[in-house]
C-alpha cells in the first residue's frame, strides 16, 4: 500500500428535528468536504438526532437497514465518490438496538459499527457493540470507533490487531473534557501506531457544551489540527502512508 487518503472529520452541530431535520445537512456537508478532496467523511455520535436520548422515546428517529430517509445521503456518495459515516440510533433487521456508526459506499452498500462501551442512560436504550468495524476505502483500513470506546485501549487494540490504519472516533466531548480527549486520542494513535481521527458534537447538548477539539492525531500521538471554535467545522486533512511505515517500521 502506498499514497495518501484525504479525510474530513465533521464537528457538527445538530438542528431540531431529528432525523428528517438533519439529512439534508449532512448532504450539504459532504458536498463540502467532497469539494476539498475528501474521500472519507466521518460524522460524531448521534449525528443525525443529536445526543438527545429522550427524542428516541419515538420510533421514527431510529434508523433501519435500507432506510429510505437516507437516499439523499446514497446519492450524493455515489454522486462524488465519498464513504460517509454518519451516527444515528439504528434497529437491526432483528430488532437489536444499537448506537451505531453507520458507513454509506459510493456502490450503495452499507457497513455498521456499533458501541461497544455504553454508559449512563445508554445502557437502557442499546446493545453494546461487539468488535470495532473496519472499513476498506481506497485500501486504507479504518476502524470505527464511538466517544467512550476510545477510552478503553482493547478497543483500538482490537483494531489494530485487525489492520487499521484509522482509528475514526464519533463522540461527544463536552466542555472541560479537552485534556482527556487530547488524552484518548493521543494515546490510541502512539500506542498502535496509526492515525486518530475525532468527530466531536458541536454547540449545546444535554450533557453541557460541547468543547469542540475535533481534528487529527498522527502515528506519532501528536495533533496534527484541530477546530478553531465549538460549531459546525468541516476539517480536512491528508493522511500519508510514509508517515505510517515510518512509525511501524523504524529505521534501525
Known sequence: MTGALTVSAIQYQPLEGGVSANVPEHVRLIEDADSHGARLVIFPELSL???????????DQWLVPGDARLAA????????GVTAVVGAALRE???????????VHPDGSEEA???????GAEEALFTAGPVPAVLDVDGWKIALAICFDAAHPVHSGTAAAAGADVYAVSALYTQGE????GLHLGARAMDNRMYTLLANLGGLTPLGPSCGLSGFWGPDGLA???????GTEVLTAVLHWGALERYRHPAM
Not at 438526532?49 to 420510533?59: D, E, I, K, Q, V
Not at 459499527?113 to 454508559?119: E, Q, R
Not at 496534527?224 to 465549538?230: E, K, L, Y
Open 224 to 230: 496534527m489540527q484541530h477546530a478553531s471554535g465549538t
Open 93 to 103: 433487521s432483528d430488532g437489536t438496538p444499537r448506537l451505531a456508526s453507520l458507513a
Open 178 to 181: 479537552g485534556p482527556r480527549l
Open 73 to 80: 445521503v446514497r446519492e450524493i456518495c455515489r454522486r462524488t
Open 49 to 59: 438526532t443529536g445526543y438527545n436520548l429522550p427524542l428516541l422515546r419515538s420510533a
Open 113 to 119: 459499527g456499533f458501541k461497544a462501551h455504553l454508559h
